[in-house]
């Protein structure tokens, strides 16, 4: 048996109570953070709530490596952890696809994602068109993808939420700001006026926390401002409802 489970947005506190269910009659536990991370708490803190010792994998071992964990999960209980929801990252769609091409039995354990969380700004969420990945520039790498996103919602006048890169091997996580200035330089080399520094955005830190950090303010005002700790995504909001408006004056931090 395979059992994806996710362990939800900020902190040990937040899985499913499935997942602990589970992890006691399972023969072993991995899990990547790769493609998302819990910055509110560690992996000694996870093990030490379920009881159990967790192996993590690195990106190679999960994505080039998932025939091997779909042969032991023929002969053992597996369970794999991940944050967030399990089903979010196309690295962990293949891995239950090869389960099931496999015959092995999978059971999913859904968690709250990044996608559910983005309702707390008071958008609504079936206003939400594609999604955006805003990754590290390299030197011969600078992807314009996030910017054709943008521009697609927008005209369609649907909100877009940004996920922001992250190498958790190198515990570094790109800030909003790093993301905003990002968006700024593809407009510079675009030139097409999707983005501009009065275009008003929303920046959402440590989803799933108790104290998540709202802010609302055009881009100008938010490049040099102290988010906090990560995780942090970024929402361009495509056309408003009246009630979207209010919610966004009273749910998050405005700045003028």
Not at 3 to 21: C, F, N, R, S, T
Not at 45 to 72: M, Q
Not at 226 to 237: A, E, M, Q, R, T
């Amino acid at each position: 048996m395979l059992i994806l489970a996710g362990l939800g947005l900020y902190d040990e506190k937040d899985m499913p109570l499935k997942v602990l269910e589970f992890a006691k009659k399972v023969d072993k536990i991995y899990a990547e953070f790769y493609t998302a991370a819990l910055t509110g708490t560690t992996v000694e803190k996870i093990e030490k709530v379920l009881g159990r010792e967790i192996e993590v994998l690195d990106r190679k071992k999960v994505e080039y490596g998932s025939e091997k964990l779909v042969e032991e999960a023929k002969e053992k209980d597996i369970m794999f952890l991940t944050a967030g929801d399990p089903m979010v990252a196309t690295t962990h769609v293949d891995l239950a696809i090869e389960a099931k091409k496999k015959g092995v039995e999978l059971i999913i354990i859904n968690a709250p994602s990044i996608y559910s969380a983005v309702g707390i700004t008071g958008l609504q969420l079936y206003k939400f068109g594609r999604t955006a990945s805003i990754v590290f520039p390299e030197k011969n790498y600078f992807p314009e993808t996030p910017y054709n996103v943008i521009k697609e919602n927008l005209e369609r006048g649907c909100h877009t939420l940004c996920l922001l890169d992250i190498h958790a091997e190198e515990n570094r996580f790109m800030t909003a700001n790093e993301a905003l200035k990002i968006l700024l330089e593809l407009e510079k080399r675009k030139k097409e006026g999707v983005i501009s520094e009065d275009m008003k955005v929303i920046v959402l830190a440590r989803a799933g926390s108790l104290k998540p950090k709202l802010v609302y303010g055009k881009i100008k005002d938010l490049l040099n401002y102290d988010f906090g700790k990560p995780l942090h995504s970024i929402i361009i909001p495509g056309k408003l409802h009246f009630m979207e408006e209010e919610a966004l004056k009273y749910l998050c931090e405005n700045i003028d």
